[in-house]
């Protein structure tokens, strides 16, 4: 790249190292080594979320050196920092889960801070979990620096007795195991087979969604969100990342030039058109809530509805994210999605270039069956879809990828709790017909509106995945499959309809229709409101009781700050 001359009169980091004053200031800069040329170049955050708490953040501090690289090639001057993730596999299936969700407001506010505190200039985040991915992505629109996203990548598939396995396969081999049909012996040898490198899970879960979404909402290189944490090409997209983001502080592209109304949309597209995690109907509205963009959950299912599915991924489908990278990658699935019409091709991405300019080069690969012509999907309608009725006043959102029947009907079985659902499947303790309903476990009600994989996949592994059905205002993990409503609102805890079921009312789910109702006419769900009483989610003080009291609706994306809309002056223009 050539040099760049960067005028620092009008960049946030001329608050620290500009003029007599910051002679202090300098002094600190000189002490880690900054040589006098690089303290006045261009300061570039370069945060990752790495850590040892799991395989998906493991490789992120070696890809941050590559970024770095990268950036010190371009002439700006890069300052590494982390933050934290809560990795959800890990925390699943007990309390550690009410962290996940906060642990997403957590890094973004992170981020926030220490670019504020150290008045950076531009933003190279590396992401490699559920909720990091958000949550970086939201911090780059929320600063509004020159930003470029690089997603960790994902894990490789593991091999169980000559078949590819992921995570889903050990959470549902509890399943099996619950009703002797595992033994000990196997419950033991796939639980060390199915997670053989570092990387993300490697199915289109939530972290493979998002990463999709990366490069489709164009925050991300075209590519990069494809290639598994092994692979030394991410070290390329690393480097390239680098040196690109110092080519958009010289043209000063920000991400809210890159994240409009249409770039969200294209974003939900590829979401529905990849059978993506229904966690996207909560991270799309909350990186729309940072730009200031209207853009709730029924947005997002509206563009789910019109989107065909064509990427035959698991956990609907057949295969893996290093699959679909080695036939073309997210560009080969947005190509297609381009040439028919479901994205707009004229959204502005972090290479400078619009999202057709990106996709002119690309070519169809007629030789591979894991993405499908969009003329010719899988399913003419999104692999998610969202719900509404007098059981969700505030919508619902369900995955049907890879569903045969997406209607059902039967009498609620009521679960104040996932501990208390989980039990009750465990012991086989439910007949096949019921709505199962897990309730107090929303944003606020939870708090920290926790997934419910254990349950789903205990489900699944006892055979029972397609013969009950599961609602709550929880969440559901990627990995989940089967007939799964999460997002329930408004939720229990604020006196919403799923709060009010008894055991025995009949819930009746329409997928096709987008239907969730409850038959209860509106004057028995009236006096029941009027009976109802707030119930204590058992967190008196700390970070979860923090999150409780400033949590909004999962319609709008469980966000926790105004927002950009009330804004009086973004940090980039400090």
Same mark, same amino acid.
């Given at each position: ?320 994210? $290093?699959? #679909?990278?080695?036939? /073309? *990658? !997210?560009?080969? %699935?947005?190509?297609? +999605?381009?040439?028919? &019409? ?33 003329? $010719?999907? #899988?399913?003419?309608? /999104? *692999? !998610?879809?969202? %719900?509404?009725?007098? +059981?969700?006043?505030? &919508? ?179």
């Amino acid at each position: 790249m050539d040099a760049k001359v960067f005028d620092k009169t009008k960049l946030p980091s001329r608050h620290v190292t500009e003029g007599p004053a910051r002679a202090p200031h300098r002094s600190y800069l000189y002490a880690m080594g900054l040589t006098k040329a690089q303290i006045h170049q261009p300061l570039v955050g370069v945060a990752s979320c790495w850590n040892e708490a799991a395989p998906c953040n493991i490789s992120l501090m070696r890809q941050a050196q590559a970024v770095k690289k990268g950036v010190a090639a371009a002439n700006g001057t890069p300052r590494e920092f982390c933050t934290i993730t809560v990795t959800d596999g890990i925390a699943m299936g007990h309390e550690g889960m009410k962290s996940s969700l906060a642990s997403r407001e957590v890094i973004a506010d992170s981020v926030e801070l220490t670019m504020r505190g150290h008045c950076y200039d531009a933003l190279v985040g590396l992401a490699g979990c559920d909720k990091s991915l958000p949550g970086m992505m939201m911090a780059m629109v929320r600063l509004n620096v020159p930003s470029i996203f690089i997603y960790g990548g994902s894990i490789l598939p593991g091999s169980f007795r000559g078949q590819p396995i992921t995570i889903q396969d050990v959470f549902e081999a509890v399943g099996k195991h619950s009703v002797n049909a595992m033994s000990d012996e196997d419950l033991d040898e796939i639980e060390q087979a199915a997670c053989p490198s570092a990387g993300a899970c490697g199915a289109q879960f939530t972290a493979n969604t998002m990463a999709t979404v990366s490069e489709a909402i164009g925050l991300a290189l075209p590519y990069s969100a494809g290639a598994p944490a092994p692979y030394e090409i991410r070290d390329r997209f690393c480097m390239t990342a680098g040196e690109m983001v110092m080519e958009l502080v010289a043209r000063n592209i920000r991400p809210r030039d890159i994240v409009t109304r249409k770039a969200l949309e294209n974003a939900a597209t590829v979401v529905a058109a990849s059978g993506g995690s229904t966690n996207a109907a909560l991270h799309l509205p909350a990186i729309a809530h940072e730009a200031g963009i209207e853009f709730d959950l029924f947005d997002v299912a509206e563009i789910f509805k019109r989107t065909p599915y064509v990427a035959d991924l698991k956990p609907g489908g057949r295969y893996v994210a $290093k699959d #679909l990278f080695e036939v /073309g *990658g !997210v560009p080969l %699935l947005m190509k297609t +999605l381009l040439d028919h &019409g479901f994205l707009h091709g004229d959204c502005l991405t972090v290479t400078g270039r619009t999202i057709a300019e990106n996709m002119a080069s690309v070519r169809w690969n007629p030789d591979q069956d894991v993405v499908l012509p969009a003329d $010719k999907p #899988l399913t003419k309608t /999104g *692999g !998610v879809v969202g %719900l509404r009725g007098n +059981l969700a006043p505030e &919508g619902a959102i369900v995955k049907v990828a890879g569903m045969v029947n997406q209607r059902f009907s039967g009498p609620a079985r009521c679960f104040d709790s996932e501990e208390e659902c989980f039990a009750a499947v465990s012991s086989k303790n439910f007949k096949e017909g019921d709505v199962l309903v897990i309730r107090y476990e929303g944003p606020r009600g939870g708090p920290g509106m926790r997934e419910m994989l254990s349950t789903t996949a205990a489900l699944y592994g006892q055979g029972m995945g397609d013969k009950v059905a599961l609602i709550t205002d929880g969440r559901f993990s990627g990995a989940t499959r089967g007939f799964c409503i999460g997002h329930v609102g408004p939720e229990a805890a604020v006196g919403g309809p799923i709060g009010l079921l008894r055991d025995g009312d009949v819930i009746t789910i329409d997928a096709v229709s987008g239907a969730l109702d409850v038959a209860l006419s509106d004057e028995e769900l009236d006096a029941r409101r009027q009976a109802w009483r707030p119930r204590e989610h058992g967190f008196g003080s700390g970070a979860l009781w923090k999150y409780a009291q400033g949590v909004g609706p999962a319609r709008g994306g469980a966000v926790t700050h105004p927002g950009a809309k009330f804004e009086r002056r973004a940090y980039a223009d400090v």
